[in-house]
C-alpha cells in the first residue's frame, strides 16, 4: 500500500505565506506518512510539527526532493511546492492508481489556478514531434472535459506521486532543465524506461504558480519563452540520436531565427526571444551529451507512438485560438476613435479627381514633364537609382560634393515605376489634386472623427494656390511637400509602431524636398514627444539619414542648407507685409487689379484666423492650438529665410519658394476654419460648400493655369539634347555639349554630359555654389569667344573642355548663328528641336571623373530604409468592430453617413 | 480641464502665429547667405567685325548677279581694312571691311553723285554690321521708278534669304522670294518690281538662315524723261515702338514749290511711311520738333495691320525738324524728304532710314559739311561726347526728350552716349541729298555677359 510508505515532501521557496495553509490541507485531507519542508526561502518558516530541511535558494527542485528522501525508506514520493493546496480526496485517487497498476511509474493531479478554482492551469503534458511542450489544458473552466483522461506522456511537476525506485533509476529531475521543462523531460524518460504516466482527474489541487515562476518569482513572457526554447533545444538534443546533433543544432537555430525575424516583421515585442533561447539550449553542450548518454543508459522502450504525441491538426487548432486571444487583446485595447474613409470621402475623392483630370488632363499620357523647375527624370531605372548616395554631379560642367538627399528620394520614387521614372513625376502632377485630396482628409483625421469636417479640409487643401501655383511652376518638391504634410500629421499623433513608420517616411519626404520644413517638422516631432510619446524622437532619423552629407557640408554656411531642392528656378513671391496673404505669388484674380485680389486675399486669411480661434474652444481635443505652434515656425521661417538669396539660376538671385511653408499654417488655418463651420449646427449644411467655393474662386488663376496652358510645365520627351547629341553620346560616352542662349546682354552657357542633366543630378551643392569653378572660367571665355567674330582658337578650348557638341537655343536668324559659323573647328548639323547644332571635329577624349557612389550613404540610408518600411507596412488586419465613437458625430450634428 | 489645457494651448499657437507674422512683416532678417548670381563678363579675345558695303550705283539689274553699274561711289573707310571684295557672277562689288584695331572703332560710308540721262541725285550711306533679320523701308516701282534691293554677304558661310514684301494693299504674294541663297563673300540684287511691280509704298522683311548679311535699297526716280532722285536705304533691325528721326530737313517753299504743280513730283513732298507687321493696328503720336524758333507739331494716325502707308508732311514751315513716333504696336518707319536746285535744275530725295536708340559708341564717316541731329527721348538728360573730324570730344548735354542739331565736318564722327540715343548725320550738297546713321557694334564685343546655367 503507498500510504504505508509514503515520503510527502513540501519544497518553499516562493511563497512561504502559503506554506500554512499547504501543511493544512495536507493535515485535513488525512494524508499519511512523514512531511517533510525543504526550506528554501533562506528565512524561518511556520511550522507544524513537519521535519524541516534548510537548504540554499538555488537548490533545484529535483535536489530538493532527493535531500529530503536521503533518510527516509519510503517508497513513494508524493512532490508538492508551497504554493500548491491539496483538496479532499487528492491522495487517495492517486495512491489508488499507483496500488492498483504497477506498470503506473508516475501519476499527477489536476491542478486548479489557486486564484480562480474552477479554471484548469494544468493536466497532464504533451509535446509536439518537434519537441514543443504542450499543455493538455491549460487556462480553460474547468467543466469535466478532460475527466476522461488518464494515459498522458507527462505530468507536471506540482502533486506528482512518484514511485521513489523510478525516481532514484532516472536520478530524479535533469539538472539542464532546473526552471521548465524537467517534469516533462523526467515522465518522458520514465515512459522510455517502460513505465506508464497517468493523470488523475479525481485527484486534485491548486497552484499559484507555474513551475518557473515557483523557482524564480515573477517572471516575464519573453524570459518564459526563451527558457521554454532552450528546454525544447534541449529535449530535441537529447532524445535523437547523437549523430544527427550538429544537424538538428543548426535546424533548431535557423528555424528560430527564421521564426524571429517573422515576429520582427510582424513589429512584435521581442521578436529573437526564441532564437536566443534555442542557442543557448544548442550551445550547451556537456549538459546535452550528459543527458543524452543517461537517457541511452536506461531507455528500454522509446516513446515512438503517436497517440501521446500532439497531432498537428491539434496544434493548429490550439494556434489559431491563441491568435485569437491576442487580436481580442489588442482590439480591446484599441478604442480610441478615428476618421474613416467611408462612402462619403469615396465619392469626394471621385470629385476631386474629375476635377483634376479636368484641371491636368494636360499631362496625362505624358512621356515625362518638364518646365519651370522641372527637367526631366532619367530615361532609365538605373540611372535614377545611381543618383543615390552619387558623389558626381554633371551640373556646373561637373562637379563632386556631398550626396544630396533630394536627389537620392528622387531616384527611390523614380524606381517606383523602374519601366519609365518619369511617369511617377507625371502621376505625381496629373493627378495632384485627388492625392492632396486625400492628404488633406486623412491630415484631418489629426484634430476630428466628422467625415464632413475632414471633406472641407481636404478639399480646401486640393484647391490652395500653395499646390497649383508649385505645379504650374514645375515645383516637385513643393507638391511633394504639400502632399506629405498633412499625412505626416496624422501620422505623428498616431501611438503605434505602424504610425511612427509612417511619420517617419513622410517627415523624410517633407524635410528632404523642403529643408525650410526642417523646423516645422522637428518642432511637431518635439510637441509630440513632450506630450507623452518620447519614441517619436525616432522619427527623424530616415530624414537625416538622407540629409546628414548635406548637414555636415552646410556648416560652413548653414542658411545654404535650407535652399529648395531640385533644380533652382526664381520665385515671384511677395514679401513683408503682402506675404501675410499666404500666396506663393502675388495674388491674382480674373479682372480684378493687383491691389484688390490682394485685399480679399488679406480678408481670406483673416476669416480663417478668426474662424480657427473659435475652432481653438469648439475643438474636440486641443491639437487645433498645437497645430498653429509649426504653423508660427514655418512662418518664422520664412520671415527669416525669405528676403535671402539661397541659390542663383541663370544668373538671377533665388530665393525660398514659400508655399510649403504656407502649407503649415494654412493646414491650421483650413483645419480651424472646417471645425468652426460644422459646429454651426444650423448653418453647417451650406457654409461648408461656401467655404469651398471661396477657396476655389480664390485660387481660381493658378487652379487653371495646367488648363489654360499658362503653366510653365509642359509634356515634352525625356530628352533634353537633340537625338543626334544623344545617339552619338550613347556610341562614345562621355561627351559634353554646350548650351548657348542669347540673353538681352550676353549668353548663358551651360555644360551637359552625356544625353543631358536630369532632375536626380541637380544637387543643393550645384544651386548653392557661391563661386564659379576653374572649368566654369573656362566656359564662359569660350561663351563669349564663340558669339562674336574673333581669332579665339576655339578647337582647342573645345576640346580642353571635353565638348562634342554645341546647341544655340535661338532661331536660325539670330545673329549668333554667323558668329559661331565662322569659328573654324565645327561643323554645322543643322537645326533641331532645341536649337542649330553644330559639331565638334575633332575627336573628344573624355576626362574621365570619379563616379563612385558614396557607399556610407547608401548602407545607412538603406538601413534605416528598411526599419521605417518594416515599421510602415501593416502586418496585422484592421480592427473588425467599429468603435462606438466613430458612429458619433463629435458636434452632435446628424451624421451624414446616414443620409 | 479640457477646456482649460484648450484655450490655454490655443493661445499660445495664436500667440506665436502673431508673433511670426509680426516678424514675417516688418522685421529683417538677421541672416546672410553670401550666395550672388554667378555671372562673367568676359571680353574677348582680338574680335573681328566686318562691316559690309554695298558698292556701286546700280543701273539695272539682269539677273541677280549681273548688273550694270552706272557710276562708282567713294568708299570712306576709318579704322579697318577692306578683307574681301565681293562677287558678283564675273565683277566684284561691294566690300567687306574688317577692324585693324578696337572693332568699335569702324565705319565706312560710300557716297556718290549721277546726273546721267537715266540716273541723277546723290547718295550717301553708312557701311554697317551684317543682319540675319533686317526691314527695309523706302523706294517705289511706280512708273519711272525703280528699287533694287542688294544683299551683301561678306562672310565665309552660305546665306539662305527670304523675303517678305508689304505694299500699300496687304503682304505682297512674291514668287521667288523665298530660299534666295547668297554664296560666300558674295553679292546679288534683285529689283524689287520683280517681286511687287506698280507698288508706290514697298517695305521688305529680309530674315537670313545662316550667314548674316547687309541688305540696302537703292531707289531712282525718272519723270517722264527727266532723271530727278536717287537715293540708297540702310536696314532697321526690328519693329519698335518708337521710331526716331533726328534730322528732317523741309526745303524751302521757293526752291520745291514750283515743282509740286506737276503731279509727276508728288514724291519730294516729304512724308513718312509706315508699317505694322503684327495682327492689330497701330495709333501712332507723330511728334515734329523744329529746331529753328516754332511750335512743336503733334498728330496722331492710325496705321492698319499688314500694309504700308505714306504719310505726306506738308504745311511745314522750310527748316530742320526733329520726328519721333510713338506707336501702340511695334512699327517699322523711314522718311522722304525731297531737295531741287534751281539752278542746276537737279531733283533728289533722300530716304531716311529709322535711327536706333543707342548707348555706347557710334561712328560714322561723314563725306562732307553735314548736321547731326540727337534725339533723348528717355526720360533724363544725356551725357554724350561727339568728336568729329579728329577734333577734340565734345560734351554736350542733350536733354531729356530733347533734340540737339551740330554742324559737323568732314571725317570720322564718333558719338558715344551712356544712355540711349538716336543720330542722324544729313548730308545736302549741291548735286542732293543723303542721311547717314551712326551705328554701334551689334553685340557689345568688349564684355560680354555670360549666365552660368
Redesign the interface.
Given at each position: 500500500m503507498i500510504r504505508d510508505s509514503l515520503a510527502v515532501v513540501v519544497v518553499a521557496r516562493r511563497h512561504p505565506e502559503r506554506l500554512s495553509a499547504t501543511l493544512a490541507s495536507l493535515a485535513a485531507d488525512k494524508v499519511p506518512g512523514t512531511v517533510t519542508v525543504v526550506n528554501l526561502t533562506g528565512d524561518s518558516v511556520p511550522l507544524t510539527g513537519q521535519t524541516e530541511i534548510v537548504g540554499p535558494s538555488t537548490l533545484s527542485l529535483s535536489h530538493a526532493v532527493d535531500r529530503a528522501i536521503a533518510g527516509s525508506s519510503a517508497e513513494t514520493v508524493w512532490v508538492l511546492r508551497d504554493d500548491t493546496s491539496v483538496r479532499p480526496g487528492a491522495f487517495t485517487a492517486l495512491a489508488s492508481i499507483l496500488d492498483t497498476s504497477p506498470s503506473v511509474g508516475v501519476v499527477g493531479p489536476k491542478q486548479m489556478d489557486a486564484q480562480s478554482p474552477v479554471t484548469i492551469r494544468e493536466m497532464g503534458e504533451s509535446m509536439t514531434r518537434s519537441g514543443y511542450a504542450f499543455q493538455i489544458a491549460e487556462r480553460e473552466l474547468d467543466q469535466a472535459q478532460f475527466d476522461r483522461t488518464s494515459d498522458v506522456l507527462a505530468v507536471g511537476e506540482a502533486g506528482m506521486l512518484v514511485r521513489r525506485s523510478v525516481w532514484t533509476s532516472l536520478n530524479g529531475f535533469d539538472p539542464a532543465l532546473p526552471a521548465l521543462g524537467g517534469a516533462l523531460d523526467f515522465c518522458f524518460r520514465a515512459r522510455s524506461a517502460g513505465w506508464l504516466v497517468e493523470v488523475v482527474p479525481a485527484a486534485v489541487i491548486d497552484t499559484a504558480v507555474t513551475s518557473y515562476e515557483a523557482l524564480a518569482g515573477e517572471v516575464t513572457e519573453s524570459q518564459a519563452e526563451r527558457e521554454e526554447a532552450r528546454a525544447r533545444a534541449h529535449r530535441v538534443l537529447v532524445y535523437g540520436p547523437s549523430a544527427v546533433r550538429p544537424f538538428r543544432a543548426f535546424g533548431l537555430t535557423l528555424g528560430a531565427l527564421v521564426r524571429g525575424i517573422g515576429r520582427f516583421l510582424r513589429k512584435r515585442v521581442n521578436p529573437f526571444t526564441e532564437w536566443r533561447g534555442s542557442v543557448a539550449g544548442v550551445l550547451d553542450w556537456g549538459a546535452i551529451a550528459r543527458s543524452h548518454r543517461s537517457y541511452r543508459a536506461m531507455v528500454t522502450n522509446p516513446v515512438g507512438g503517436g497517440r501521446l504525441l500532439v497531432s498537428p491538426s491539434d496544434l493548429r487548432h490550439r494556434r489559431a485560438m491563441q491568435r485569437d486571444a491576442e487580436l481580442a487583446i489588442r482590439e480591446a485595447s484599441d478604442d480610441t476613435p478615428r476618421l474613416e474613409f467611408r462612402a462619403s470621402a469615396m465619392w469626394s475623392t471621385g470629385l476631386a479627381t474629375a476635377l483634376g483630370l479636368v484641371m491636368g488632363g494636360r499631362f496625362l499620357g505624358a512621356t515625362a514633364l518638364s518646365g519651370g523647375a522641372l527637367v526631366p527624370m532619367p530615361a532609365t531605372v538605373a540611372e535614377a537609382l545611381d543618383a543615390i548616395g552619387a558623389t558626381w554631379s554633371d551640373v556646373a560642367g561637373g562637379m563632386s560634393a556631398a550626396p544630396d538627399g533630394f536627389a537620392a528620394l528622387m531616384g527611390i520614387v523614380g524606381s517606383l515605376t523602374w519601366w519609365n521614372p518619369n511617369l511617377i513625376v507625371v502621376t505625381l502632377f496629373a493627378f495632384a489634386i485627388p492625392l492632396s485630396f486625400v492628404a488633406g482628409f486623412v491630415g484631418a483625421g489629426t484634430l476630428t472623427t466628422s467625415p464632413r469636417v475632414a471633406i472641407v479640409v481636404g478639399a480646401g487643401w486640393a484647391l490652395l494656390p500653395t499646390l497649383h501655383v508649385a505645379i504650374s511652376e514645375g515645383r516637385i518638391t513643393a507638391v511633394l511637400a504639400h502632399i506629405a504634410l498633412p499625412l505626416f500629421a496624422r501620422a505623428i499623433v498616431g501611438s503605434s509602431t505602424l504610425s511612427l513608420g509612417w511619420a517617419s517616411i513622410l517627415a523624410a519626404i517633407a524635410w528632404v524636398s523642403v529643408p525650410a520644413l526642417a523646423p516645422a517638422v522637428i518642432l511637431a516631432v518635439i510637441i509630440r514627444a513632450v506630450s507623452g510619446a518620447p519614441t517619436v524622437i525616432l522619427v527623424m532619423v530616415p530624414a537625416l539619414a538622407f540629409e546628414w552629407p548635406r548637414l555636415i557640408a552646410s556648416i560652413a554656411n548653414p542658411v545654404a542648407y535650407f535652399a529648395d531642392r531640385g533644380v533652382p528656378f526664381p520665385t515671384g513671391a511677395p514679401h513683408g507685409v503682402v506675404s501675410l496673404t499666404l500666396w506663393p505669388t502675388m495674388p491674382s484674380f480674373p479682372g480684378v487689379d493687383t491691389e484688390i485680389a490682394t485685399l480679399v486675399a488679406f480678408v481670406v486669411v483673416a476669416v480663417c484666423l478668426a474662424l480657427t480661434g473659435i475652432a481653438v474652444i469648439v475643438a474636440e481635443n486641443p491639437r487645433v492650438g498645437a497645430l498653429l505652434l509649426p504653423g508660427a515656425i514655418a512662418l518664422l521661417t520664412w520671415a527669416a529665410l525669405g528676403p535671402l538669396t539661397l541659390a542663383t539660376s541663370d544668373g538671377q538671385p533665388t530665393g525660398l519658394f514659400p508655399g510649403p511653408l504656407y502649407d503649415v499654417v494654412w493646414f491650421g488655418l483650413l483645419s480651424g476654419t472646417a471645425i468652426t463651420i460644422s459646429a454651426i449646427r444650423f448653418a453647417a449644411g451650406f457654409l461648408a460648400p461656401i467655404a469651398v467655393v471661396v477657396i476655389a474662386a480664390v485660387g481660381f488663376v493658378p487652379l487653371t493655369a495646367v488648363a489654360t496652358g499658362m503653366s510653365l510645365v509642359a509634356p515634352t520627351s525625356v530628352r533634353t539634347l537633340p537625338a543626334y547629341v544623344q545617339a552619338e553620346t550613347a556610341a562614345h560616352p562621355g561627351g559634353a555639349t554646350l548650351i548657348l542662349t542669347p540673353t538681352a546682354d550676353g549668353i548663358r552657357a551651360e555644360l551637359q554630359r552625356d544625353a543631358g542633366v536630369t532632375l536626380v543630378e541637380w544637387t543643393a551643392a550645384a544651386a548653392t555654389r557661391q563661386k564659379l569653378a576653374e572649368h566654369e572660367a573656362a566656359i564662359a571665355e569660350l561663351a563669349a569667344n564663340l558669339i562674336v567674330e574673333s581669332d579665339f582658337d576655339v578647337a582647342s578650348a573645345v576640346s580642353e573642355a571635353g565638348i562634342g557638341f554645341l546647341v544655340l537655343e535661338a532661331p536660325p536668324t539670330a545673329p549668333e548663328v554667323s558668329a559661331i559659323a565662322s569659328h573654324a573647328g565645327l561643323t554645322s548639323v543643322g537645326a533641331t528641336d532645341y536649337g542649330i547644332l553644330w559639331r565638334v571635329n575633332e575627336s573628344i577624349e573624355p576626362t574621365p571623373v570619379d563616379r563612385s557612389p558614396d557607399l556610407a550613404f547608401r548602407i545607412i540610408l538603406g538601413l534605416v530604409g528598411l526599419m521605417a518600411l518594416i515599421a510602415a507596412v501593416p502586418t496585422s488586419l484592421p480592427r473588425r468592430r467599429p468603435v462606438v465613437d466613430d458612429l458619433m458625430p463629435v458636434t452632435g450634428e446628424v451624421d451624414d453617413e446616414n443620409s | 480641464m479640457?477646456?482649460l489645457?484648450?484655450?490655454?494651448?490655443?493661445?499660445?499657437?495664436?500667440t506665436?502665429?502673431g508673433?511670426?507674422?509680426y516678424?514675417?512683416?516688418?522685421?529683417?532678417?538677421?541672416?546672410?547667405?553670401?550666395?550672388?548670381?554667378?555671372?562673367?563678363v568676359?571680353?574677348?579675345?582680338?574680335?573681328?567685325?566686318?562691316i559690309v558695303c554695298s558698292g556701286d550705283i546700280v543701273g539695272y539689274v539682269g539677273d541677280s548677279a549681273t548688273i550694270s553699274s552706272i557710276s562708282a561711289t567713294t568708299r570712306l573707310v576709318s579704322g579697318g581694312d577692306i578683307a574681301t571684295d565681293l562677287t558678283m557672277d564675273s565683277t566684284k562689288n561691294g566690300a567687306a571691311i574688317t577692324n585693324s584695331g578696337n572693332s568699335l572703332d569702324v565705319a565706312a560710308t560710300e557716297y556718290g553723285s549721277v546726273n546721267t540721262e537715266s540716273v541723277a541725285g546723290y547718295l550717301a550711306t553708312e557701311c554697317g554690321d551684317?543682319?540675319?533679320?533686317q526691314w527695309l523701308i523706302g523706294g517705289s516701282t511706280t512708273t519711272g521708278r525703280d528699287t533694287i534691293v542688294t544683299i551683301s554677304n561678306g562672310?565665309?558661310?552660305e546665306?539662305r534669304i527670304d523675303l517678305e514684301i508689304w505694299g500699300s494693299a496687304g503682304k505682297v504674294d512674291a514668287p521667288g522670294s523665298q530660299g534666295i541663297v547668297i554664296p560666300a563673300q558674295s553679292q546679288r540684287s534683285y529689283s524689287v518690281a520683280g517681286f511687287a511691280p506698280d507698288e508706290a509704298s514697298p517695305a521688305i522683311h529680309l530674315?537670313?538662315?545662316?550667314?548674316?548679311v547687309w541688305a540696302t535699297l537703292q531707289t531712282t526716280v525718272v519723270r517722264g524723261l527727266v532723271p530727278g532722285g536717287l537715293d540708297r536705304i540702310g536696314p532697321v533691325s526690328t519693329p519698335t515702338t518708337s521710331v526716331f528721326f533726328p534730322v528732317f530737313h523741309v526745303p524751302t517753299e521757293k526752291s520745291i514749290g514750283k515743282l509740286l504743280a506737276d503731279p509727276s513730283y508728288t514724291d519730294v513732298i516729304a512724308a513718312l511711311r509706315f508699317l505694322v507687321p503684327g495682327d492689330t493696328d497701330a495709333t501712332i503720336t507723330i511728334t515734329l520738333d523744329p529746331y529753328a524758333e516754332g511750335d512743336t507739331q503733334v498728330a496722331t494716325a492710325s496705321i492698319p495691320a499688314g500694309s504700308t502707308l505714306d504719310i505726306p508732311i506738308t504745311e511745314l514751315s522750310a527748316g530742320d525738324w526733329a520726328v519721333a513716333v510713338e506707336s501702340d504696336q511695334p512699327i517699322v518707319a523711314a522718311a522722304r524728304v525731297g531737295f531741287h536746285d534751281a539752278s542746276t535744275g537737279i531733283t533728289d530725295l533722300a530716304w531716311a532710314s529709322a535711327a536706333p536708340a543707342q548707348t555706347g559708341i557710334a561712328s560714322v564717316l561723314v563725306p562732307g559739311g553735314a548736321l547731326l541731329g540727337l534725339t533723348n527721348f528717355g526720360a533724363t538728360d544725356a551725357s554724350v561726347t561727339v568728336v568729329s573730324g579728329g577734333d577734340i570730344g565734345e560734351n554736350i548735354i542733350v536733354p531729356a526728350r530733347g533734340n540737339l542739331l551740330l554742324p559737323v565736318g568732314q571725317g570720322i564722327l564718333t558719338v558715344t552716349s551712356n544712355s540711349p540715343i538716336s543720330n542722324t548725320v544729313f548730308v545736302l550738297t549741291s548735286y542732293g541729298i543723303a542721311t547717314l546713321r551712326g551705328l554701334t557694334a551689334?553685340?557689345?564685343?568688349s564684355n560680354?555677359?555670360?549666365?552660368?546655367?
Open positions: - | 479640457r477646456i489645457s484648450k484655450i490655454t494651448i490655443g493661445a499660445a499657437g495664436l506665436a502665429l508673433f511670426s507674422a516678424a514675417v512683416a516688418f522685421m529683417p532678417t538677421p541672416l546672410s547667405t553670401g550666395i550672388a548670381p554667378l555671372t562673367t568676359v571680353s574677348p579675345e582680338s574680335v573681328i567685325r566686318s551684317p543682319l540675319n533679320d562672310s565665309d558661310v546665306a530674315l537670313s538662315n545662316g550667314a548674316a551689334p553685340i557689345d564685343a560680354v555677359v555670360v549666365i552660368h546655367g
